[in-house]
């Protein structure tokens, strides 16, 4: 599938990203009127929510591969469908980055088809959160942290704003809180994958167990099984750490910038974090406990036999 996935680490300022929208622009022979492309638009976009607000560090701002798409595809909505700005706005807060790249490349919605599919749709999990921490920000902004920062932005100059925007970017945005939840549900997903093949490896122990009973030549099968079972289950354990540990650094980078907007998602990866530790603790308790189990029996064929031989 044809995507902009070439242009997937762009960080730039917003004569940057105004560049790269109207060469990508000219190279698909998207409809974008790249005369009327610049940093004024830019800005106006960001404050409408057409796109989401640049990435701050100091007197820079930050403009990244999701901003890109967000521009692309507010210009095609409003010139090839002549979508409502408002409308466009939710189209691109709702959707995810790769969504985005994507749609770039498909038929485009009339405004009509959108707003039948958006009357009858219920709100992700996405769009809830982010209207949570918009109204938690709504209340915040009383509290004295909240004027002071308040006060710091207000009383910048219009030429110090322009300087801010034209910023040399260091590093590359922070994650979409929208982007942020479809990574946790794709952990999720293969989270549970993981412990669906377990259970399934489980039941056939057990199963090859149950059969073990009786038939003491079957021992050095099982013993067998149970050390292939060992090492998969710490294949897995790794496996599962060092995703957990990359993906909980990323998230702790981009909580470094955007502590406000996204106490509560921390607090969700958190509690699955946790969720996923007690259930690691309780498997490997219904591991011990059936290697315990196997070992009784084992002793128990063993003596069997050694009766068995005596007589």
Same mark, same amino acid.
């Given at each position: 599938?044809?995507?902009?996935?070439?242009?997937?680490?762009?960080?730039?300022?917003?004569?940057?990203?105004?560049?790269?929208?109207?060469?990508?622009?000219?190279?698909?022979?998207?409809?974008?009127?790249?005369?009327?492309?610049?940093?004024?638009?830019?800005?106006?976009?960001?404050?409408?929510?057409?796109?989401?607000?640049?990435?701050?560090?100091?007197?820079?701002?930050?403009?990244?591969?999701?901003?890109?798409?967000?521009?692309?595809?507010?210009?095609?909505?409003?010139?090839?469908?002549?979508?409502?700005?408002?409308?466009?706005?939710?189209?691109?807060?709702?959707?995810?980055?790769?969504?985005?790249?994507?749609?770039?490349?498909?038929?485009?919605?009339?405004?009509?088809?959108?707003?039948?599919?958006?009357?009858?749709?219920?709100?992700?999990?996405?769009?809830?959160?982010?209207?949570?921490?918009?109204?938690?920000?709504?209340?915040?902004?009383?509290?004295?942290?909240?004027?002071?920062?308040?006060?710091?932005?207000?009383?910048?100059?219009?030429?110090?704003?322009?300087?801010?925007? %034209?910023?040399?970017?260091? @590093?590359?945005?922070? *994650? +979409?809180?929208?982007?942020?939840?479809? $990574?946790?549900?794709? =952990? &999720?997903?293969?989270?549970?994958?993981?412990?669906?093949?377990?259970?399934?490896?489980?039941?056939?122990?057990?199963?090859?167990?149950?059969?073990?009973?009786?038939?003491?030549?079957?021992?050095?099968?099982?013993?067998?099984?149970? %050390?292939?079972?060992?090492? @998969?289950?710490?294949? *897995? +354990?790794?496996?599962?750490?060092?995703? $957990?540990?990359?993906? =909980? &650094?990323?998230?702790?980078?981009?909580?470094?910038?955007?502590?406000?907007?996204?106490?509560?998602?921390?607090?969700?990866?958190?509690?699955?974090?946790?969720?996923?530790?007690?259930?690691?603790?309780?498997?490997?308790?219904?591991?011990?406990?059936?290697?315990?189990?196997?070992?009784?029996?084992?002793?128990?064929?063993?003596?069997?036999?050694?009766?068995?031989?005596?007589?």
């Amino acid at each position: 599938m044809t995507t902009l996935k070439a242009l997937d680490e762009f960080a730039g300022n917003a004569n940057e990203l105004c560049n790269a929208v109207i060469a990508a622009s000219k190279q698909h022979n998207w409809r974008v009127e790249p005369d009327s492309i610049n940093e004024r638009l830019v800005r106006y976009y960001a404050s409408e929510g057409v796109i989401d607000r640049p990435d701050r560090q100091g007197r820079d701002s930050t403009y990244g591969f999701r901003h890109l798409v967000q521009l692309i595809m507010a210009r095609r909505l409003s010139h090839e469908q002549k979508w409502s700005l408002q409308l466009v706005a939710q189209y691109n807060q709702e959707t995810t980055t790769a969504e985005l790249d994507r749609s770039l490349f498909k038929p485009l919605q009339t405004e009509d088809e959108f707003s039948k599919q958006a009357a009858v749709r219920t709100p992700g999990e996405a769009v809830l959160l982010v209207q949570k921490l918009k109204r938690d920000a709504s209340l915040t902004v009383n509290n004295s942290a909240g004027l002071d920062m308040l006060a710091k932005q207000t009383s910048a100059s219009p030429r110090s704003s322009r300087s801010n925007e %034209r910023g040399t970017p260091s @590093t590359k945005p922070p *994650m +979409a809180i929208t982007d942020v939840l479809d $990574e946790v549900r794709r =952990m &999720k997903d293969e989270w549970l994958q993981e412990i669906s093949s377990f259970k399934n490896m489980q039941r056939s122990v057990q199963e090859l167990s149950s059969e073990v009973q009786g038939q003491g030549s079957r021992v050095a099968e099982l013993n067998d099984a149970q %050390r292939r079972l060992m090492a @998969t289950l710490e294949q *897995m +354990a790794q496996v599962g750490f060092q995703r $957990e540990q990359a993906f =909980m &650094k990323h998230v702790g980078q981009m909580l470094e910038r955007h502590t406000f907007e996204v106490k509560d998602q921390l607090s969700e990866v958190a509690q699955t974090q946790r969720a996923l530790e007690r259930h690691a603790s309780e498997v490997k308790a219904q591991l011990d406990e059936f290697a315990q189990k196997q070992q009784a029996l084992i002793d128990l064929i063993e003596e069997k036999q050694k009766r068995v031989a005596d007589s």
